[in-house]
């Protein structure tokens, strides 16, 4: 959408000044009218390297889309139009991305435009999901009902993430720290050593000539490790945006011996609670289903529910085509099924996913109470093992002199 600089006149006669963007002149001229500005003069402004915004390129923090959401739930409720609500979040907001993509979306609305098309247009700011909840809301007269649903529904799915973070960061910080002491002490402790090693004319100790040869080897070496290194993470990257090695890693994931279980609570939460969400609002079975599949983010149960989806075109049970696999659990099966008896597939999954949701929190406590010491140890371990190197050849040395 083109961007316009304005400069115009208030209701009081002061001169403003700013941006605007809209389809066409006119239609930024109308919504400028409609704020109480007058304008006097229009220019649009040319994208060039130096002056295009990349606000845009960026999502918005699911913590200021969670506010955005529940903030616009309650104005709708308060009775606040639609147009006015999305003008004043977009004053509000602090994120930039949102505040120039809510602009635009105000300016569509004032055009006669909804505000699922207008969302639509941005869909690095207003995910699918978002926009399809927000179309079946409008199609039912129901748009508060489905922006407290998608609030409370980005609310869990935040936490959900916040949890799983907290406990995957103190075994990477602690890694990263291990391996940048390791680092230091073979690159710039130890060398100081290897003169005086030299000088003992005796066999050093097993232990002692490992250390010593590695510390040779990555401080004469050290260029080449950095390249296996950018080799090795470029190869990673390439490789995961593969359709067959993203879905080969994501099954690696699963079965981890420890966080393995814990990535497929996660993934079995979003997935109960997305699909409740989307049929909660009225959206069609078989686009719910594809919804899902597009936000689950594995791609093993992401096969699954494509799978799901042609069985369930075909006349089948979501219960029935999920029950033989291995990474959605019988519970989930088997409360899909009296869900889809008794017509409240929605609200069965609703309590599948606080379950899951629940699980998730437990085994992150448990998991951060026993990686801790864990950790410790290792690291304990790494170091001491490094200066014991350092120490049995002067152990050594001493009790020959003695």
Request: glycine share 4%.
């Amino acid at each position: 959408m083109p961007n316009y600089r304005y400069q115009g006149r208030d209701r009081f006669g002061k001169i403003k000044r700013g941006k605007a963007s809209g389809a066409t002149p006119r239609d930024v001229t109308m919504a400028l009218r409609e704020k109480g500005i007058a304008v006097i003069n229009l220019t649009e402004v040319k994208e060039t390297l130096w002056n295009r915004e990349l606000t845009l390129e960026r999502s918005v923090k699911s913590q200021d889309f969670v506010v955005y959401l529940r903030q616009f739930s309650t104005l709708l409720n308060a009775g606040v139009p639609v147009v006015d609500a999305t003008s004043l979040l977009a004053e509000q907001t602090e994120s930039p991305a949102l505040k120039k993509a809510l602009f635009g979306i105000e300016t569509e609305l004032r055009a006669g435009h909804p505000f699922s098309e207008s969302a639509a247009k941005y869909p690095k700011i207003f995910p699918l999901l978002f926009v399809n909840m927000l179309k079946a809301g409008e199609l039912s007269g129901n748009l508060e009902t489905s922006l407290e649903r998608l609030a409370d529904y980005y609310e869990k799915q935040h936490a959900t993430t916040q949890k799983i973070k907290s406990a995957l960061v103190y075994p990477i910080s602690v890694s990263i720290i291990a391996v940048a002491v390791i680092i230091f002490m073979l690159t710039f402790v130890i060398p100081r050593f290897q003169a005086m090693f030299a000088s003992f004319n005796t066999q050093l100790p097993l232990i002692t000539r490992m250390v010593l040869g590695t510390s040779r080897w990555m401080t004469t070496f050290w260029w080449l490790i950095m390249i296996i290194i950018c080799a090795l993470v470029i190869s990673m990257y390439i490789l995961s945006r593969q359709s067959r090695i993203h879905y080969q890693i994501d099954r690696i994931k699963l079965k981890m011996p420890i966080f393995g279980p814990l990535l497929q609570k996660a993934a079995i939460a979003r997935f109960s609670r997305t699909l409740s969400s989307l049929l909660a609002s009225s959206v069609p079975i078989l686009q719910a289903v594809d919804m899902v599949g597009k936000v689950v983010g594995n791609k093993v149960i992401e096969k699954k529910l494509i799978e799901t989806r042609v069985a369930v075109e075909s006349g089948e049970s979501i219960a029935s085509s999920m029950k033989n696999s291995v990474v959605i659990p019988p519970l989930v099966t088997q409360m899909m099924a009296i869900g889809e008896q008794t017509g409240a597939l929605d609200s069965m999954l609703a309590k599948v996913a606080d379950f899951y949701e629940s699980e998730v929190e437990h085994t992150t406590d448990r998991l951060k109470s026993l990686i801790e010491p864990v950790m410790i140890l290792i690291l304990a371990g790494i170091v001491g093992f490094i200066v014991l190197s350092v120490f049995l050849p002067m152990f050594k040395l001493y009790n020959q002199l003695g």
